[in-house]
């Protein structure tokens, strides 16, 4: 626990601040659930005198979720490897981690696993919930993350959906997209193959059997795995880097740190004593290492955060690993751009709706803000994206009802759409008056 937070309080003490947070918070805010497209209205948590919130909750003490994540550099095209590395190895480490309280008793049972996962009220918890069927991140958290107590207000966030959990491959993918847009179709765990824009790590290749690997089915890492000698893979895991991944049938970690590799005295690698360091989404019913201690009390850490594995173990699991272009300066980091497909130059509801909004990096959530003639934010209105790998929205499943935004068309009342994005960037997409002058 202490090197833990000794990490995240590094990070926050020398990265440059940024701000990628959600909008202002709101006099009213609503939630879409992607599958529906209904929309619901509700009051945002009202503001209360200190001594009477969230009566019978200790605050979480120490630096809380917003700065250490403004803490985490946006990635740019003059940055070192090591500076882009270090970006995803911190954002997934956070995610993995950071603590919170639920603000009620909550159970789910994951789709693929069948297993019951149980939050109790006021119970520390830690790291993004494994849920194995949709998208969440930290930057969505945000939007129900009472930071002052460490609150997480689940009443609210799992009204309509389940998009605050995630599994293996969406969280270490949403921790990639802190970097890396070159990848163009990755998924779940059977896509990460140089198909889809994964560039192997070492020498070993793919047989005419799975030239597509990725695109039809699981990817056959056992296929790989029988058809190289022992010592051509721990080759090939001794040049994995930090950020990189290892990926078999049916599960993707991220290295986090550089391989550990120890070589015997005629050069090959000693496997039992070589080692990698690794972040990976899993299910706090896997093992002990996910049991924290804060001030005495445990807590359950839903996150792998720097577990070690032997060479031996990776090979006999049949892990193979890969990375990305952006790592080896291939393909430089982007600038966030958000574009919305024809943007009408005054406010119409319909014809907005019927617009689709592009990115070039992982799309988390849009925003609908309404604010009024002093700048101050009247509706704070989010829409979740359901995968991690998408990168547009269509406009009629972003916006709130027509009934909702038809209160704020007055003067000197503001419309403006806002991408929250997987580089960490909250970007402007759309601004448009409500009554034009």
Known sequence: MKRILALLMAVFAVLTTVSCTPAEPSATGTQTSENTGESQTENAPESTEEEEKYV??????????????????????????????????????????FKWLPDQDYSYVTSSKDVTMTFEEGKL????????????????LLHFYDAEYG????????????????????????AWSRVVNSNPGGK????????????????????????????????????IIKNHTARAMYECYALIK????IVNKGHVRMAAENANVVRREDGSIDP???????????????????????????????????????????????????????FLGTDP????????S?????????????????????????????????????????????????????MSKVLPTYSLLRQYEEPGYTLEIYCQLGNGEKVLAYSVPFVSN
């Open 242 to 245: 930090k950020a990189d991944g």
């Open 333 to 340: 980091v982007e600038p966030a751009v958000v574009t919305m």
């Open 56 to 97: 019978g909750y200790d605050p979480i003490t120490g630096a809380k979720l917003p700065e250490l994540l403004a803490a985490i550099p946006i990635a740019n095209s003059s940055m070192t490897e090591e500076q882009l590395r270090t970006i995803c190895t911190d954002f997934f480490r956070l995610q993995l981690s």
């Open 272 to 326: 039992k004593l070589s080692t990698l360091t690794c972040l990976e989404q899993v299910m706090y019913t896997d093992a002990e290492y996910h049991k924290w201690e804060q001030d005495g009390l445990p807590y359950i850490v839903q996150g792998g955060v720097d577990v070690v594995y032997t060479f031996e173990e990776l090979r006999n699991t049949n892990y193979i690993p890969f990375t990305f272009a952006e």
């Open 342 to 394: 024809n943007p009408p130059a005054t406010y119409n509801y319909f014809q907005i709706s019927s617009q689709v909004l592009t990115a070039n990096y992982s799309m988390s959530d849009v925003y609908t803000v309404v604010k009024d003639a002093e700048g101050n934010v009247k509706l704070n209105h989010i829409w979740m994206q359901e995968w991690h790998y998408k990168r547009s929205a269509a």
């Open 125 to 140: 918890q830690g790291g993004i919930p494994y849920i194995n069927t949709s998208s969440g991140n930290i930057y969505r």
């Open 151 to 174: 609150v997480l207000h689940l009443k609210d966030l799992v009204k309509d959906n389940h998009y605050f959990g995630n599994a293996c491959s969406g969280s270490a993918l949403w």
């Open 188 to 223: 779940w765990t059977q896509n990460c193959t140089q198909a889809n824009g994964f560039l192997r790590v070492g020498n070993y290749y793919y047989s005419d059997t799975i030239t597509a690997f990725g695109q039809n089915g699981d990817p056959d890492t056992d296929d």
